[in-house]
């Protein structure tokens, strides 16, 4: 195939469901050594059933201790996959503490810690490394009810151009992917309003929500040596939503 990965260790996050579990299959099958990390334990036994050399870390991100633990324990990882994120839509002016609290955890605050934990092996082993962070076309644009969400996607852009500043003299990429709407648990959850999808479709150059696998090839092509020359970049998914 066009893309290989035999032999590189992987860690994906948020691999029970969705876009990541989708990511840690292909990359499993291009050959590299993948650990799913989730927190449904369901989730991920059928993810080994379905793919049976993926290992697995079953824990909540949010869980500072629990994370330092088991993924230092489970490293060192060349490629990193930081794409579990939640979206809990609230007008603004009903915004809660804890739902603002549990999203900087999962959606902003994790990513910065499996990193420091994943990059400082990296660093340790003297391996050249390749992280994604699955952002958002919510990244860049103002969407409605989603004042917590867009924002902890824009902190996560900025916190990917730092990232990549500071990790690239030790030859780690960083790069973000920011997709437009894609119809997994989430999406469906957010968007199966047939007005509130037909609005959104209608500010898509391309006309429709983007497929997981979209997202999956884009993953890969970050964490290949086919994009070595790219790091900080945001790649949109979002067939033309943001020049729209
Ligand atoms: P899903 O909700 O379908 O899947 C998310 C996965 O992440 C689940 O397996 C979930 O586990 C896991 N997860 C969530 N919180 C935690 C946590 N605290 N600890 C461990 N695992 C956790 O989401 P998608 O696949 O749709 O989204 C993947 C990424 O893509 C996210 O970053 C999302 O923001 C982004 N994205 C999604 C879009 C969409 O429309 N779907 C559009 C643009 C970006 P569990 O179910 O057990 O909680």
Redesign the pocket.
Known sequence: SYLSFRGRRALV??????????VAVALSRAGARVTA????AA?LESLTRECPGIETLC?????WEAVEAAVGAAGPFELLV??????ELQPFLEVTRSALQ?SL???FG?VLHVSQIVARQMIAQQVAGAIVN?????SKRALRDHAV?CST?SALDMLSRVMAMELGPHKIRVNT???????????????SDPQKAAAMINRIPLGK??E?DD?VNSILFLLSDKSAMTTGSSLM?DGGFLVS
């Open positions: 996050t948020g691999a029970g469901k969705g876009i990541g579990r989708a990390l989730s927190r449904t989730d824990l909540d991100l949010a869980d930081n794409n579990a994120a939640v979206a549990r955890d999962v959606n994790a699955v952002s958002s076309q919510a969400y996607k992917v920011n997709p437009t709407v894609v119809m997994t648990d989430m999406g469906r959850i957010n968007w929500f983007a997981v997202v998914i």
